[in-house]
């Protein structure tokens, strides 16, 4: 069996899943893509381009396929000479947060409806996510002035399932002990954009400033055409304690920050899997993120009370135990990585392999 990936946003969380699909499936999976910009063109019109792109598509067993991408537009462009499709969604846009100053673009919701019901199989990448989706998907139908398609909820769910992302490890990883007489050091390792809120991470740190503590940051993740002002301000606010601060292009490079890295946080409104606190968690940084959105899933339940945080407040209150207090977190650290190890793609390409196969199946069928 062979099969074709499309990705027609080919970075972050996107990049990292067909790339981690492809190197660890035991099929051989064909990879076209665009890059990882104009997001809102892409979804409009990445159809036509993979439609122009691809020679044909019948020799495929199936189309895997993110939700960047108008599947419903590709499925009419070809007709029957589609083969059947999975649809993968990282994201969705009924619970995607507005930029600000951005109303919502009804359109891109429609486009999430139309190519759920165009796919042969829907895989979300986790519970919560799931969760979200389906309960914005009603509301978002009953905007709708009149001719509500209230059937679409049922139509999509029953063709649903949750799969987590497989992750890339190190094939040997070492948790060296954090040298106790330096500054902490604070990771943040997410896209420099508004929905993973910097500002509040940004606070926390100027919290700890004013209390004369010492630490030290590595602020990495990749940003796209526009950066919230916050960062450069945040670069001249705390001058020499920023001691990395851009995206790192070698993962051999980001790994070695993450193996250097105290705790990493997220202040994300955003988030429906978590790869960059896996990876840093994985790699010894001990977690502080929101007590919603998918962190409760991915960090084990007896650890919540001590990582996960419910307000601001007591982000500050846990983030200054945290820098004030290391030996009485540093013991979790060995056990937190190895609950990571359950998301490596060693082990979740097994699930992917029967989800491909059963896709196949459906085409012989």
């Known amino acids: 069996m062979k099969f074709l990936f499309l990705e027609s946003f080919y970075g972050g969380s996107h990049r990292d899943f067909a790339d981690g699909l ?15 910009r104009f997001w809102k063109w892409r979804m409009r019109g990445a159809a036509l381009y993979f439609y122009q792109k691809i020679d044909s598509f019948e020799k495929y067993d199936g189309l895997i396929t993110s939700d960047l991408m108008s599947l419903s537009d ?6 029957g000479r589609l ?8 994201e969705n846009q009924f619970s995607y947060p507005l930029a600000p100053g951005e109303q919502m673009d009804y359109q891109f919701g429609f486009t999430d409806i139309t190519s759920a019901l165009a796919a042969d199989q829907i895989v979300f990448n986790s519970s919560a996510h799931y969760q979200t989706f ?14 509500r398609p209230n059937w679409v909820e049922d139509k999509i769910q029953k063709k649903s399932r949750i799969l987590y992302p497989g992750c890339h490890f190190p094939s040997e990883l070492s948790l060296s002990d954090r040298e106790s007489n330096r500054p902490p050091l604070i990771i943040w390792n997410h896209r420099w954009e508004f929905d993973k809120r910097p500002e509040i991470f940004f606070h926390g740190l100027e919290f700890l400033a004013e209390k004369d503590i010492d630490f030290r940051v590595a602020i990495l993740g990749e940003h796209y055409q526009r950066i919230p002002e916050v960062f450069s301000k945040a670069k001249e606010k705390f001058g020499d304690r920023i001691v990395q601060y851009g995206y790192v292009d070698s993962r051999s490079d980001y790994y070695q920050w993450l193996s250097k890295g105290d705790i990493v946080i997220s202040t994300a409104d955003q988030e429906n899997f978590g790869i960059s606190i896996i990876e840093a968690i994985r790699h010894g940084c001990l977690p502080l993120v929101p007590s919603r959105l998918s962190y409760p899933e991915i960090i084990p339940d007896s650890f919540h009370h001590l990582f996960l945080y419910e307000d601001q407040k007591d ?34 390409i097994v699930l992917f392999d029967e989800l491909l196969q059963k896709l196949a199946g459906s085409w012989i069928d």
């Open 22 to 36: 492809i190197a660890h499936s035991r099929y051989p999976i064909d990879l076209v893509t665009l890059p990882a």
């Open 134 to 147: 389906f309960a914005h998907l009603p509301r978002f139908i009953n905007m709708m002035p009149d001719f």
């Open 83 to 90: 083969p059947p499709a999975l649809l993968y969604f990282h």
């Open 74 to 79: 590709l499925k009419a462009l070809c007709g």
């Open 315 to 348: 982000f500050f209150e846990k983030l200054l135990s945290m820098v004030l207090h290391p030996k009485d977190f540093s013991v979790k650290r060995y056990a937190l990585s190895e609950s990571m190890g359950n998301f490596a793609w060693e082990r979740q």
